[in-house]
């Protein structure tokens, strides 16, 4: 089993800037691709970023690219989440998940392992 926890969620203003985390335990981190998606009210859950097993590589929902990057640090089983720029349509839960996959997916499905989310509200 792969136990996750986010953390770094908040209320910003427009423009502002935010770094989640994403603490894994119960299994080795360095053979866990990770991925983080978002679900706002009333919205379907959306694809944000993935990184793979080394972090050397990377994926981003287009809409979301130019403004957040997706970073890992093994040593520490950490994954995190830079948001620049935020807006107000950024507001949401965010989750990371894990998947013994080398790569990342876009896709919830594949993913194994849920994190229990961390809010970020921005205001307007």
């Known amino acids: 089993q792969v136990q996750l926890v986010e953390s770094g969620g908040g209320l910003v203003q427009v423009g502002g800037s935010l770094r989640l985390s994403c603490v894994a335990s119960?299994?080795?981190?360095?053979?866990?691709?990770m991925g983080w998606f978002r679900q706002a009210p009333g919205k379907e859950r959306e694809f944000v970023a993935s990184?793979?097993?080394?972090?050397?590589?990377?994926d981003y929902a287009d809409s979301m690219k130019d403004r957040f990057t997706c970073s890992r640090d093994n040593a520490k089983n950490t994954v995190y989440l830079q948001m620049l720029s935020l807006k107000p349509e950024d507001t949401a839960v965010y989750y990371c998940?894990?998947?013994?996959?080398?790569?990342?997916?876009?896709?919830?499905?594949?993913?194994?392992?849920w994190g229990q989310g961390t809010q970020v509200t921005v205001s307007s």
């Open positions: 990184i793979s097993w080394s972090g050397s590589t990377s």
């Open positions: 119960g299994r080795t981190f360095s053979r866990l691709a």
């Open positions: 998940a894990a998947t013994p996959r080398i790569y990342g997916s876009s896709r919830s499905a594949n993913y194994d392992y």
